[in-house]
């Protein structure tokens, strides 16, 4: 059996991998660490299951993949706006005066105005992907993961993740 400490060390091994595919499947950063903490909390009440000798990281992806799914199906449910609310909060955007153009954008770290949408277009054609090919995308592209691992962290065929990523 598993026992917490080694569950910790092998936890903190992939870690970044596990905030990658949170991120991924969430489509926003902000939540991970939620979902992260969620999920040891599940797979330390499941330690018994863990058979040792087998890949942690792909039990792990599992149960972070299902909690990051649990946490965006809750979102979903909790972020629609009734017509009313929506129009008062444009009404507020709408009342608060422009923020002023710093003189030099590239003294305070930002983006030149001619590379200011390339971020946006990005996260935008991501968050038409669906969790699993977003996850297959990002963990490729960030964490370099080869699709055998991609193909055991998120429980579906070599060729499936092979091509999410080629989409």
Known sequence: MLTPEAFAREFQAERRVFATLAAAILGRR???????????????????????????????????????????????????LPPEQIDELWQTAQAVPPVEEPADPRRLGELSRDQEHFDDEVVAALAQLSPTARACLLLRAVQDLDYSDLSRLLGIPEGTAMSHVHR
């Open 30 to 80: 902000s939540d991970a660490e939620d979902v992260l903490q969620d999920a040891c909390a599940v797979a330390l009440g499941k330690l018994d299951s863990f058979q040792v000798g087998t890949n942690f990281a792909a039990w792990m992806g599992q149960i972070v993949r299902f909690v990051a799914l649990n946490a965006l199906r809750r979102r979903q449910g909790r972020e629609s």
